[in-house]
């Protein structure tokens, strides 16, 4: 594999499907798994196999039907939840468990009840149980982001040596900063001697809406992995968005980074998704929001319509988005208008476009956005009066 290729693991149908509401049935979860692989993700996260019968047979169905992507179940740290995990994933091509535990203090302390060294044995026996059942071990050292440093190095490590061969360091409450969570890549990548047979990987929450800075802060610093969601779906605030990433490694190719995601598919993915997962999308969304690539102050309108790259740093084709939109309100300028009665079919020369935006204004006062239908009828009315002068 590259040197620079990062890859994608989706967790849509498992962390995206954590939000309250956007519970999905077997078919649903198995034709969205269909689409990412199409999408070209390279992992799917089809779900968590001991939680439900429902689960179960929904990662079993997605094991069987995915061809070429490896398809990922997620279990704790129990002998029977990997067990499980396995039976589920048996169908599958490429099959990988993901399995792990807490680090943090505040993990082991309050939620284990236990002490870091008891810890760092259940890591390592949870990674052996699953290397029994597939050669592809991912292990998550949950709340990895408020793990000291130096008894993460020690777990991921010991880890590594059990058979992991992609660990996973998540900012499980979207704590770090973006040069903290660098840093804790970093540190792994300078300080665990056998981190080069395995991959890093990010799963960063958005709790503090730093998932997306924290995801590629990892990758400049040596992850090889992101986990994420389409629409930043996920617990709480949720989690890195998937579609942010992508653009950001494509439009900074200098990074040296890249995925095998076909960007075109972003925007239909991402209709698909909210409608069968019933959370609509922000409307100022990066990306797939519906006014990712609209313009309606008139400053931005000038610039957009005499070189669409002064205010556009993506084609919205890119990503499967429907053209730019040039949008009108009080706020928009002369020369958006005369471009709108432009696509209406009206040819209107400077003089007539100054006396049809006093008009305009009054118009744009009085509602939110001047449509299609306003500017035909101020256009008409225009062209008769000047007709009987």
């Known amino acids: 594999m590259a040197e620079g290729k990062v890859r994608i693991f989706d967790?849509?149908?498992r962390d995206g499907e954590q939000v309250p509401?956007?519970?999905?049935?077997?078919?649903?979860?198995?034709m969205l798994a269909l689409q990412l692989e199409e999408l070209g993700v390279d992992i799917i996260e089809a779900g968590f196999p001991i939680s439900s019968p429902g689960d179960f047979e929904s990662v079993s169905q997605i094991a069987k039907a995915i061809k070429h992507t490896t398809v990922c179940g997620l279990s704790r740290a129990v002998q029977k939840d990997i067990e499980v995990a396995a039976a589920a994933l048996k169908g599958a091509v490429r099959p990988r468990i993901h399995t792990g535990i807490g680090t943090s203090d505040y993990h082991i302390?309050?939620?284990f009840n236990s002490t870091r060294e008891d810890i760092l044995e259940r890591a390592v026996q949870c990674v052996k149980w699953a290397r029994n059942y597939t050669d592809d071990v991912e292990f998550y050292a949950e709340d990895a982001g408020r793990t000291d440093n130096d008894y993460l190095a020690m777990v991921i490590e010991a880890v590594i040596k059990a058979g992991a061969t992609t660990v996973n360091i998540p900012d499980t409450t979207g704590y770090c900063l973006p040069y903290q969570y660098g840093e804790k890549i970093a540190y792994l990548v300078n300080n665990v001697p056998n981190i080069d047979k395995a991959f890093i990987s990010c799963h960063c929450h958005n709790d503090l809406g730093l998932a997306t800075a924290n995801s590629i802060a990892g990758v400049i610093a040596g992850a090889r992995q992101i986990e994420c969601?389409?629409?930043g779906l996920g617990e709480r605030a949720?989690?890195?968005?998937?579609?942010?990433?992508?653009?950001?490694l494509k439009q900074h190719k200098h990074l040296g980074l890249y995925t095998d995601i076909k960007t075109e598919q972003l925007n239909p993915l991402s209709r698909l998704v909210?409608?069968?997962?019933?959370?609509?999308?922000q409307p100022n969304k990066a990306i797939v929001g519906s006014n990712a690539f609209s313009h309606s102050s008139g400053i931005h309108q000038d610039g957009f319509l005499k070189d669409a790259l002064t205010y556009e740093i993506i084609n919205p084709e890119e990503v499967g988005a429907d053209s730019s939109k040039i949008v009108l309100t009080a706020r928009s300028g002369r020369s958006a208008l005369a471009y709108r009665f432009q696509k209406l079919g009206f040819q209107f020369d400077r003089?007539?476009?100054?006396v049809l935006y006093k008009e305009f204004l009054n118009v744009a006062d009085s509602k939110k956005e001047v449509e299609d239908s306003d500017l035909s009828r101020m256009a008409t009315e225009y062209q008769q009066q000047t007709a009987i002068a």
């Open 109 to 111: 302390k309050s939620k």
């Open 351 to 354: 003089n007539d476009v100054d």
């Open 274 to 281: 909210s409608d069968t997962m019933r959370m609509p999308v």
């Open 238 to 248: 949720g989690n890195t968005s998937l579609e942010e990433v992508v653009m950001i």
């Open 11 to 13: 967790t849509t149908l």
């Open 21 to 30: 509401g956007c519970k999905l049935n077997t078919g649903e979860k198995l």
């Open 229 to 231: 969601t389409i629409n």
